[in-house]
């Protein structure tokens, strides 16, 4: 039962982690740039097209000459394109790459070119995660992690890879699978910012040939099982403890050497012992709110005259 019920605890946790990165990219999808206009100029290139046809042949109206429009319409719209200031347009011709268009207006030869990819020049950010990767000490973590990547080569990323994004994220995760396989758990965190940056010297040397730059990768969260967690907790309260008792035990150490030293030095000069005695006596009755009872010696000692041996 109870492990029933922390499966649906963790089940749980997970559900609202989903949900808040759910509701966190939600977020971000309002600012990202629209491509309306593209399909405007389609729309509008199809309207043109087809009423052209039409008036031409409004004479002799009928259900071919309607049919010549719209097909008049379909051909404007899939051969005169307009192409984002971001965006590059991949044009083969009966199957073989011809060239790169955009950004801007660029023209299709019908039945002939055709767009086989459009392709964001901006720089893309995905986020990955590493689950169950096993440290250099055999302990299972969870890592999240956000990767900075930009396409530099439009015909390498459309000729030499299926899926360049998917490829992108399945060698990031590649990546950092291995990189936490070199290290320990307490290396991990303070190892980070150099994780970072082995991530993005052997990214980059792998996307290199999908004409793909790969800027900067962030680890963003280490997850540790809850069982490590208290097990870790304990082993950095035992340190603190076994610190602390070290630096109390050295402590009495230096205090126990210099009594020591007072010692030696009331043995060799009794006067200093009194004078030592008058200013205990002295922090005992300062304050006025007790009645100090001293003995005879101690009283003797106030004589200034004969503590210093005058007459």
């Keep these: 039962m109870k492990f029933s019920l922390r499966g649906d605890k963790a089940r749980t946790a997970t559900a609202k982690d989903d949900a808040r990165r759910t509701v966190a990219v939600t977020e971000l999808e309002p600012n990202e740039a629209t491509r309306v206009g593209v399909y405007v100029f389609a729309l509008v290139m199809f309207v043109v097209g087809f009423g052209v046809v039409l008036a031409a042949t409004w004479a002799w109206l009928s259900a071919a000459t309607v ?19 971001w965006e590059r347009v991949a044009v083969l011709r009966f199957g073989r790459f011809h060239r790169v268009a955009g950004p801007g207006l660029y023209v299709l030869a019908p039945f002939v070119e055709y767009a086989a990819i459009h392709i964001d020049h901006r720089i893309m950010t995905s986020a990955f995660s590493a689950e169950a990767a096993l440290t250099a000490d055999l302990v299972p973590v969870d890592v999240d992690a956000i990767l900075f990547w930009v396409v530099w080569d439009a015909q390498k990323a459309c000729l ?53 730059t790969v800027m900067s990768v962030e680890i963003r969260d280490i997850m540790v099982p809850q069982e490590l967690q208290n097990a870790l907790s304990k082993e950095a309260q035992a340190e603190r403890e076994r610190n602390a008792r070290t630096i ?60 210093l041996g005058e007459d």
């Design 248 to 307: 109390l035990a050295e402590v009495e150490k230096d205090i126990s050497e210099m009594f020591v030293e007072a010692a030696d030095v009331y043995d060799k000069n009794p006067k200093a012992l009194k004078l030592r005695a008058m200013n205990l006596a002295y922090e005992g009755a300062k304050d006025g709110k007790g009645v100090l009872l001293a003995p005879s010696s101690l009283a003797d000692g106030f004589d200034v005259g004969k503590l």
């Design 67 to 85: 049919a010549a429009a719209v097909l008049a319409g379909l051909l404007c719209a899939a051969c005169i394109r307009i192409a984002p200031q």
């Design 160 to 212: 030499e890879v299926e899926n360049y994004p998917k490829a992108v994220l399945w060698s990031a995760q590649t990546a950092m699978r291995d990189a936490i396989g070199q290290v320990n758990l307490a290396d991990l965190s303070l190892r980070r910012k150099q994780i970072d940056r082995e991530l993005q010297e052997v990214m980059s040397a792998k996307c290199e040939q999908w004409g793909i």
